[in-house]
C-alpha cells in the first residue's frame, strides 16, 4: 500500500526541499501530540527548507503512541500538516523527523540512551501541563505523585520527564559529555523554570552534586508557544486524504497562524529558528502572560460556557454574537489590564483572537479545551484575578468563567446529560463533589489548595464573587449567564 513516502503527491503538497540524508537526532521531542507536529517541528522543517543542515528531530513517546510511532516509522517519518484557514488548506509534509523511539516499541533503556548520545543538544517537550509532574499553585516538584515516588526509588528506570531528565543528565555527566538545552514548549507560566524546578527538585533528592551541576551547566529558556492544534479526528484524516491522494495516519490540521517566542539561551546551540520567523527574545514572561490570559483564559472561558450552553465547538460558540462579545470583553476589560508587556496593540491582538476562534474550517472541541482545568485555572484566570483584587477593579466574566468550571465538573451538562469530566484530579473533585450541593458547592470547591492556593478561599471578596456568578450560572443557565454578565 502507498504511504505518503511512496506516493506521488499532488503539486500543491510542500514537499522537503533539502536532504534527510544529512539529519541527525540533534532534539530529542518529548511529546508527538498533535501540537508539536504543527509547530515546533513544522517551525524547525522549515528552517531546513530555507539552509539545509543537521538538525533533526527523534521523537520520543513513554507508554501510549506505540501505535502512531509504528506508523510513523512506516512511512519513513514523514507526516503531513494541513494549514486550514479562511483562504484555503495548505498541505505540507514535514520531514524534519529523523527517527522515534517508544518504550512499547523499543524499551526504556534505549529512550534513555538517546538522551546520551553526543550529538544531542537540546531536549524539548510538550508533554501537557500535568506531564511536569508539579504542584499548580506553587510551581513546586509535587513529591507525592507516584510516578515521582517510583524515580525516586529506581533512578535508572525512570517513568516522569523530570525523573528521565535527571537520569540522562546525570550519565552525560559521569561521561564527560556537554548537557543539554531543556526546551519546555507548554502553557504553563514562567515555563522554563517550571521545568528548572521539576528537574532541580528531583537531583537535589538524588544527590546534590548532580543539582548543583545541573543548575551551573543546563539552560531551561522560557517559550511562548501558540497555534491552535485540535486533536486529530476520523473527519481531520480523511479531509487530509482527500487533499494529498493517500492516508497519513500521523497527519494533523492546524489554524494558519502560528508564533513562537523563545528566551535565547541555548547550552549547546539550536537551529537557526528566526529563519522561520521565531522571535528570539530575552525576557519571554510578558508574552507567555499575555498569550495565557488572553488566549487561553478566553478559550478556559469558552469552553467551560460554552460546553454548559450545549456549544460543542469553539467556532460554534462564536457564531453567538453574545459569547464573542463576553470574549472580547473579557480579553479587553479584564485580562488586557493586568498585563505588563509594552509596545503590543492588545485592542488588535484581542481582534485577531477573535478572528481565529472564528475560523470555522478548525473544529477544536469545548470538550478537549475544558480537559485538565485543575492545571490551567491559576495561570489563566486566577493569576488575573489576584491582582483585580488587590487594585479592587471588577472581573465579573472571570468570575463567570471560575464558576463555570465549577459548574462543569460538577458533572452534569445543563440538559441533564453527565459529562466526562477529565482531569489529573478528578477522584479527589468528584469526591468533593459528591459531598457537597449546590448551595455549598463553591466553597466545597474552593478548598482544593493546588488550584486556589489559600489565599483565595479566606478572601472575603473572592468568594462572594464566585458565589454570585454561582447563583447567576445555575438558576440563569450558562447562555443567558454571559448575556446578564455582559450587560452587567
Ligand atoms: P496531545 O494530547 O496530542 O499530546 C500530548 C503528548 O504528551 C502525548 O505525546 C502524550 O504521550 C504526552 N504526555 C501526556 N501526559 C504525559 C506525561 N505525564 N508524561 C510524559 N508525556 C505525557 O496534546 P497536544 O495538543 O499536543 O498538546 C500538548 C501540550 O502542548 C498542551 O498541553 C499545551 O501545553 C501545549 N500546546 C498545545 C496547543 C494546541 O493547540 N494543541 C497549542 C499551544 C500549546
Ligand atoms: C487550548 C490551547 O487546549 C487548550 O487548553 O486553550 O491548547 C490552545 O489551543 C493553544 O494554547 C493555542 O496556542
Redesign the pocket.
Known amino acids: 500500500m502507498k504511504t505518503i513516502a511512496t506516493a506521488t503527491l499532488p503539486d500543491n503538497v510542500q514537499l522537503p526541499q533539502y536532504d534527510r540524508q544529512q539529519l541527525r537526532s540533534r532534539i530529542v521531542h518529548?511529546?508527538?501530540?498533535?501540537?508539536?507536529?504543527a509547530?515546533q517541528a513544522l517551525l524547525t522543517d522549515r528552517v531546513l527548507n530555507a539552509q539545509g543542515g543537521d538538525w533533526g528531530l527523534c521523537e520520543i513517546?513513554?507508554f501510549?503512541?506505540d501505535v502512531l510511532m509504528s506508523q510513523l516509522r512506516a512511512q519513513d517519518h514523514l507526516y503531513t500538516v494541513l494549514e486550514k484557514g479562511a483562504d484555503g488548506n495548505q498541505p505540507i509534509i514535514i520531514g524534519a523527523v529523523n527517527e522515534c523511539l517508544n518504550a512499547k516499541l523499543d524499551s526504556l533503556a534505549a529512550i534513555i540512551e538517546k538522551f546520551c548520545e553526543p550529538q544531542v543538544a537540546i531536549v524539548s517537550l510538550?508533554?501537557?501541563?500535568?506531564?511536569y509532574?508539579i504542584d499548580p499553585a506553587t510551581g513546586r516538584l509535587d513529591l507525592s505523585q507516584p510516578?515521582i515516588v517510583h524515580d525516586l526509588e529506581n533512578p535508572s528506570e525512570p517513568h516522569?520527564?523530570p525523573g528521565i531528565l535527571v537520569e540522562a543528565l546525570h550519565r552525560r555527566r559521569e561521561r564527560g559529555l556537554v548537557p543539554f538545552t531543556v526546551l519546555s514548549?507548554?502553557?504553563?507560566p514562567d515555563n522554563g523554570h517550571v521545568v528548572k524546578n521539576a528537574v532541580l527538585g528531583m537531583a537535589n533528592k538524588r544527590s546534590p552534586e548532580l543539582a548543583q551541576w545541573i543548575a551551573e551547566h543546563v539552560s531551561f529558556p522560557g517559550t511562548m508557544?501558540?497555534?491552535?492544534?485540535?486533536?486529530a479526528t476520523e473527519e481531520s484524516l480523511a479531509e487530509i486524504e482527500a487533499a494529498i491522494g493517500v492516508n497519513d495516519p500521523c497527519a494533523i490540521s492546524?489554524e494558519p497562524f502560528i508564533q513562537w517566542v523563545v528566551e535565547d539561551h541555548f547550552v549547546a546551540g539550536r537551529p537557526d529558528w528566526e529563519i522561520a520567523g521565531v522571535q528570539l527574545v530575552s525576557d519571554v514572561l510578558p508574552w507567555e502572560q499575555m498569550k495565557l490570559r488572553m488566549l487561553n483564559g478566553s478559550h478556559s472561558f469558552l469552553a467551560y460556557l460554552g460546553y454548559l450552553a450545549g456549544y460543542e465547538h469553539i467556532s460554534d460558540c462564536m457564531q453567538d454574537a453574545d459569547f464573542r462579545r463576553a470574549a472580547l470583553r473579557l480579553m479587553m476589560q479584564e485580562q488586557a489590564p493586568t498585563l505588563r508587556i509594552t509596545g503590543v496593540d492588545l485592542q488588535g491582538y484581542a481582534d485577531s483572537l477573535i478572528d481565529r476562534f472564528t475560523n470555522p474550517a478548525l473544529k477544536?472541541r469545548t470538550w478537549q479545551i475544558a480537559m485538565?482545568g485543575s492545571q490551567k485555572l491559576p495561570q489563566r484566570m486566577l493569576e488575573g484575578i489576584r491582582l483585580h483584587l488587590q487594585r479592587e477593579s471588577d472581573w465579573p466574566l472571570l468570575a463567570l468563567g471560575v464558576a463555570g468550571w465549577m459548574r462543569y465538573v460538577s458533572g452534569t451538562d445543563e440538559r441533564g446529560n453527565a459529562i466526562d469530566v477529565r482531569d489529573p484530579l478528578v477522584e479527589k473533585i468528584q469526591s468533593i463533589v459528591a459531598s457537597s450541593n449546590e448551595h455549598d458547592r463553591v466553597t466545597a470547591l474552593l478548598t482544593l489548595s493546588e488550584i486556589f492556593g489559600t489565599d483565595l478561599p479566606q478572601n472575603a471578596a473572592f468568594v462572594s464573587k464566585i458565589q454570585q456568578a454561582w447563583h447567576r450560572l445555575t438558576t440563569e443557565g450558562a447562555r443567558q449567564a454571559i448575556i446578564s454578565t455582559v450587560n452587567l
Not at 518529548?30 to 507536529?37: E, I, L, N, P, S
Open positions: 518529548f511529546g508527538f501530540g498533535a501540537f508539536h507536529r509547530h513517546s513513554l501510549s503512541g510538550t508533554i501537557t501541563e500535568k506531564g509532574c510516578r516522569s520527564a514548549c507548554d502553557n504553563i508557544v501558540d497555534r491552535i492544534v485540535p486533536a492546524s477544536h485538565d
